[in-house]
């Protein structure tokens, strides 16, 4: 194909083409408005609360309590948009970035726009691993079929070509071989895939394990309001007689019931989790995803680029007729007839570094290049297992060149050779895998007067082998015993033949690298007895799609969260597979980036174990921050709701507007302080943590729940005690209110791990926690001391030593985990 021809649209023409016809972007489903978000917010049932408590104070002649009602659901509302708009520009930004980009001719100079860019009219050049960016018309083509499965439900490959009938290509379609250079007649939500509405944005996805052990548990919490809400109400109107004082000590219980904080700091804790990914070189597609990666226990990573430095360097050759073998590692290059075979075999503008390094090699050496005198005039594209790919040239005398290079057995196996020969080649085939060489069969064809329509009907003359060189990265052995260390195993999953893949494993460290199956064997046991080798092995040769993705299927069935690498498009299948699919953002197919879910921007594996360990952080602070709402919920729960039931001499300690000033400092001590922690320090020491149907284990939920009835216990038993001697309603509510501020305080720093100790904890940084305990502390005071503020919440002035008394009581009701943690980390060290 001649790039060069085509000049393009110009830049005038661009501008034009997109008034008339708009640019490449599909229109959203998702309207993820302010207004959208604003519905949301007063859809929430604490927003709801809030509005139907500010119009009983009304009802009841209570202006000044209707008023703070009010004050407080626009606060609320404020944060609640404040939070969904600040995770909605993250992953926004995110989104932005996993645009794919296309090769495109504009004023005669090829360049790399994004594919939302593109115009009708635009010169596209496409190849094999890419996805076709917008329905257009085929003008040049080399060997080129796409997989149209997506609209038309066909796995089988179609082959288009220049002429009329076979000519078009839509967008959303891959590109399983050859290249093309396309003329894009639809864009947009034009074009075949945005008529039918295939976006991705349309597909359902399901929730996730922790979206749906998140919604379960606060839809329980919201079952268990309404109950107490009805219980409350029905009591105290049997009691009182008084049906909108009811209602106010209902709603004021269920205020205190709702975990109004739990959805935000999820959806929070993902966003920015997704964001902190990208600083880091990976980007989340979706930021669910930042959950799974905490919980991997098993990474399928691809040998070549991945743990190797993709470099493929000429590395030998041996010359079968010779008997020769041509060692480049010492040596100096020299011609051969295996070298220009194998450059015959290569594609005439090569983009494979192998393909790559042989015409280099090739052109330093020979005398006389026939390259330009010969061309192509069939090409027999990749296939087969092992896959081998023919070329056929001709020249200006009708001279005939066949030329084929690819895997071993099978350029064997195509040729006519002795089983004495085969061994011999076998023998060497090996002895140069060993080194970790990557080793191809190189073979020519006679001449043919009608050539075969199958590559499979060649008869072959082998000629030899050449060999390729791929180090492992810099610093991969450092990377693996990361994954180790962490609980995580690495299975390497690769094309290479054995020898070759054990060479690799070992030098970077892979367990057990001497243990391996092979494609074949893996597809043709039963998946029982595949579950249990999958265990075992750790090296998986002469890998193809089929038999990546029982691989992955076994893994699963094992019960292991799995992430898989990949660059090419045969990753696609086994990508989409696992939990996990990284591909790799420099060397992989946009077919493999369309799967995935994550992408390492430098090909770099050691990024997953940052994204591995932010994931885990992730997943352990959400935890923290879904315990301490438990905690600090209960004790304004009893607060509420003991001196009622118990028919206490002061039964309204807590109104709403208490209770709504309690959740707006538990709000944000949940989703921003507790956000911000970093990760504990023996978090990439231990396996990941098991994902069951539960989000905490009863020994986690028992403990939340014992915090929670001790600061009760210590909040109930100081106003108690002040109740008995004699004080107000209002002495008795202050000293409690008091109390719980400082619970809170404590309880904040005592959970931001439940393992090591408050006074090693409080070395950890996070600014925010400092910001926001002073805050709350601030608050406090001003309660207290602040004549308005305080008579607003009905508290009296309380002096200093009994100030300093409600903290030590809530000192001494929160710090008692102290002790049980020392006495978790003593049972370790025995």
């Not at 205190?256 to 980007?283: C, D, N, Q, W």
């Not at 010359?319 to 295996?338: A, C, G, I």
């Amino acid at each position: 194909m001649d790039s060069n021809s085509y000049s393009g649209l110009s830049e005038l023409q661009v501008t034009e083409s997109k008034k008339k016809f708009g640019n490449n972007t599909l229109q959203s489903t998702e309207k993820n408005t302010i207004l959208t978000t604003l519905r949301d917010v007063i859809t929430e049932p604490l927003f709801v609360l809030l509005f139907f408590t500010a119009l009983i104070y009304f009802g009841v002649g209570q202006t000044r309590e209707g008023l703070i009602m009010l004050c407080a659901l626009f606060f609320v509302a404020g944060i609640s948009l404040y939070q969904e708009q600040r995770s909605k520009s993250a992953v926004d930004s995110l989104k932005k970035l996993s645009v794919p980009k296309v090769r495109v001719t504009r004023d005669g100079i090829i360049q790399e726009i994004n594919t939302d860019d593109l115009v009708v009219g635009d010169v596209i050049h496409l190849e094999d691993g890419e996805l076709i960016p917008a329905d257009a018309i085929v003008l040049n083509q080399h060997d080129f079929a796409v997989d149209e499965s997506i609209l038309t439900g066909e796995s089988l490959h179609v082959y288009k070509t220049e002429n009329q009938e076979s000519n078009k290509i839509y967008r959303g379609t891959n590109i399983v071989s050859g290249a093309c250079i396309a003329q894009v007649t639809v864009v947009g939500s034009d074009s075949e895939i945005g008529k039918i509405g295939l976006s991705l944005e349309q597909i359902v996805k399901e929730k996730t394990p922790l979206q749906k052990q998140i919604r379960s548990f606060t839809g329980n919490m919201v079952v268990f309001g309404v109950v107490a809400f009805i219980i409350i109400c029905v009591f105290s109107y049997i009691k009182s007689g008084i049906i909108l004082d009811s209602l106010l000590k209902g709603l004021t219980l269920a205020m205190s019931v709702l975990p109004e904080e739990i959805p935000v700091a999820f959806s929070t804790f993902m966003a920015l989790g997704a964001y902190h990914l990208f600083r880091k070189g990976v980007i989340a597609k979706t930021p669910s995803t930042v959950e799974s990666l905490g919980a991997a226990t098993v990474i399928c990573t691809d040998k070549t680029g991945t743990l190797t430095q993709n470099k493929m360097e000429l590395a030998a050759i041996f010359d079968f007729k010779e008997k020769k073998l041509l060692d480049y590692t010492k040596d100096k290059f020299e011609w051969s007839k295996v070298l220009e075979t194998a450059m015959w075999a290569s594609e005439t503008e090569p983009f494979d570094r192998m393909e790559i390094s042989i015409h280099q090699i090739y052109g330093q050496v020979v005398k006389n290049d026939q390259r330009q005198k010969f061309k192509m005039v069939a090409e027999y594209p990749l296939a087969g297992q092992p896959p081998l790919m023919t070329h056929v040239f001709e020249g200006e005398n009708k001279q005939q060149i066949i030329a084929v290079k690819g895997g071993v057995e099978g350029v064997i196996r195509q040729s006519d050779l002795t089983e004495p020969e085969k061994e011999v080649i076998m023998k060497q085939y090996t002895s140069l895998a060993e080194r970790g060489f990557r080793v191809l069969g190189v073979a020519e064809g006679g001449f043919y007067k009608s050539l075969p329509s199958l590559q499979s009907d060649f008869r072959y003359h082998f000629l030899g082998l050449i060999a390729f060189y791929d180090p492992p990265k810099i610093n991969i052995n450092k990377t693996i015993t990361s994954f180790y260390k962490a609980g995580i195993d690495i299975k390497m999953i690769t094309g290479d033949h054995a020898a070759t893949a054990i060479s690799i494993a070992k030098q970077v460290g892979i367990k057990n690298y001497s243990l391996y199956l092979d494609g074949d064997e893996i597809v043709h046991t039963d998946i029982t007895l595949l579950q249990q080798k999958v265990k075992e092995v750790n090296v998986f040769t002469r890998m193809f799609p089929d038999a990546k993705l029982r691989i992955i299927e076994s893994l699963k069935l094992n019960g292991e969260i799995v992430a898989m690498t990949g660059d090419g498009v045969n990753d696609g299948p086994a990508l989409k597979s696992a939990h996990i699919g990284v591909a790799m953002g420099r060397s992989g197919s946009e077919v493999a980036k369309n799967a995935a879910s994550l992408i390492l921007m430098d090909d770099d594996l050691r990024w997953m174990v940052d994204a591995i360990a932010l994931g885990r952080r992730i997943y352990e602070n959400l935890k923290k921050a879904i315990r301490y709402i438990i905690s600090i919920h209960i004790p304004v729960i009893l607060i509420v709701a003991v001196p009622l039931l118990f028919s206490w001499v002061y039964i309204d300690i807590f109104t709403p507007v208490h209770v709504v000033f309690l959740e707006l400092i538990m709000g944000p001590t949940c989703s921003i302080a507790f956000e911000n922690e970093p990760i504990e320090k023996n978090s990439m020491s231990r396996p990941p943590a098991k994902r069951n149907g539960n989000l905490f284990s009863l020994k986690e939920l028992s403990l939340s729940i014992i915090q929670g009835l001790i600061i009760t216990i210590a909040c109930l038993g100081v106003g108690y005690f002040y109740m008995e001697q004699g004080y107000t309603e209002g002495f008795v509510r202050t000293v409690i209110y008091s109390t719980l501020i400082f619970s809170n305080i404590f309880l904040t720093l005592v959970n931001r791990s439940f393992y090591f100790s408050v006074f090693t904890t409080l070395k950890f940084k996070n600014n925010l926690l400092s910001i926001i305990l002073i805050i709350s502390f601030f608050f406090l005071i001003l309660t207290m001391y602040v004549r308005p503020v305080r008579e607003l919440f009905d508290f009296v002035e309380i002096d200093i030593s009994r100030l300093l008394f409600c903290g030590g009581i809530a000192f001494v009701g929160v710090m008692w985990i102290e002790l049980y943690k020392y006495f978790l980390r003593r049972k370790d060290l025995f």
